[in-house]
């Protein structure tokens, strides 16, 4: 294998975006997933993209360039094998006890036929869109695997540093050293671990529960403020997928990361209320069977801006993570600007001040 190998860690929506703009380059990485693509919170979340939901924030322009991107992407992979297409959103109040039709600024659509009101469209054809992440993720992987990169199953369990210079000069994957040049950790949450072999900004998991339903629904996301029978005021979010099932998300679960995203197993009271929740805004949700129950870890950091540059004293080293809520849909522009980073030696496409790391704290954790 080529010293001057790049090594792109983590097989989720970025890692992925990251192995698919190099390969378009010409460059040929070696992925490596401790399971698979889209095992982690790229395979369990909404797929949700917007155009301007970051205005005023420094992910706007990685908001806006993504949204283009991500049509791009649909004409070249198949929109109908990422799941991708334009939908309209909509802002809603809904209760489990008392009338909410106060709230009622515009008429409902037919589906949403429980205690529902409708108070905004705030997204259309124009501003909002969907994919599969699990199925845009794979897609991403299987063609960037076509275009020379090579995909392998194994755990990342550090980095080789020349002693002198500080650069890097490997991987080391299940114990075995793989010479490379360039590494790109793109772990989500488990970013943490790679703490232990170099200097990096904090990077915390937040988990959250979901649920998929069989129910063939018009196609408009439903943002909802929900207040509970018990007087809690929470937001369920309500996707409509082309396939005709539903993702329900709105529920944080407090534990602990474990390693393996495989071990990651979904709380069935979670995915039940979740599904109760639902039933509330629709009939057709109330009746629709649980095909699938899902949780999963958003990558944060302190300052809820992601991590997309270079490490500070690692030559080669690069971090590509931290998307928050939004991992999915700003995943295309962060691959096109680390793609850049690594074969031109800077972002051309994106101002990558925002997110460069030295702006955090780092730290690195003693073994
Ligand atoms: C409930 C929920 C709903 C969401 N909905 C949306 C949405 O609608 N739109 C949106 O844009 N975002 C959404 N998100 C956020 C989005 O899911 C994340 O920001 C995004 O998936 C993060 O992608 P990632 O590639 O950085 O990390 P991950 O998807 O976590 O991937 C990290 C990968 O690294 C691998 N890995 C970890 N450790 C190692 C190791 N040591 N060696 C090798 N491999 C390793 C894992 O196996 C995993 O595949 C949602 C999140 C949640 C929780």
């Not at 114990?175 to 590494?183: I, R, S, Y």
């Not at 849909?329 to 031109?344: F, S």
Request: aromatic fraction near 6%; charge should be negative.
């Amino acid at each position: 294998m080529s010293a001057d190998r790049i090594v792109v860690c983590g097989a989720g929506a970025v890692g992925a975006s990251v192995a698919w703009f190099l390969a378009r380059r010409g460059a040929e990485p070696l992925i490596v997933d401790r399971a698979r693509p889209g095992a982690a919170a790229s395979g369990k979340a909404a797929g949700f993209l917007a155009l301007d939901w970051c205005l005023g924030t420094p992910l706007d322009g990685l908001m806006r360039a993504s949204f283009g991107l991500h049509a791009e992407i649909a004409d070249e992979l198949g929109a109908d094998r990422i799941g991708y297409r334009r939908t309209d959103a909509l802002m809603v109040a809904s209760a489990d006890d008392g009338d909410v039709d106060g709230y009622a600024r515009l008429d409902r659509p037919a589906w949403l036929d429980g205690n529902v009101a409708v108070h905004q469209v705030i997204g259309d054809r124009t501003t909002t869109a969907q994919v599969n992440p699990h199925a845009l993720t794979t897609a991403l992987v299987e063609d960037a695997v076509g275009r020379g990169a090579t995909l392998r199953t194994g755990v990342v369990e550090g980095v080789d540093l020349d002693p002198g210079t500080g650069a890097v000069t490997g991987v080391i994957v299940d114990g075995e050293a793989t010479p490379a040049a360039v590494v790109v950790l793109a772990l989500g949450p488990w970013t943490s671990q790679a703490q232990r072999w170099m200097a990096l900004p904090q990077v915390f998991g937040s988990r959250g529960a979901s649920v998929v339903l069989a129910a063939d629904v018009p196609g408009q996301v439903v943002f909802s403020e929900f207040l509970t029978g018990d007087g809690q005021r929470t937001q369920l979010e309500i996707y409509p997928r082309a396939d005709g099932t539903v993702y329900v998300n709105g529920l944080s679960e407090h534990d602990s990361l474990p390693e393996d995203p495989d071990g990651i197993a979904p709380i069935t009271a979670s995915g039940d209320e979740l599904h109760r929740r639902a039933g509330v805004h629709s009939t057709a949700l109330r009746d629709a069977e649980i095909v699938a129950r899902g949780s999963c870890y958003r990558p944060l950091t302190v300052d809820g801006i992601p991590l997309i540059g270079p490490v500070p004293d690692v030559p080669g080293a690069y971090l590509a993570t931290a998307h928050a809520s939004w991992g999915i849909c700003n995943a295309p522009a962060t691959g096109r600007m680390v793609a850049e980073m690594v074969l031109d030696g800077a972002s051309r496409s994106l101002d990558a001040a925002p997110f460069a790391l030295s702006r955090l704290p780092m730290g690195r954790i003693a073994v």
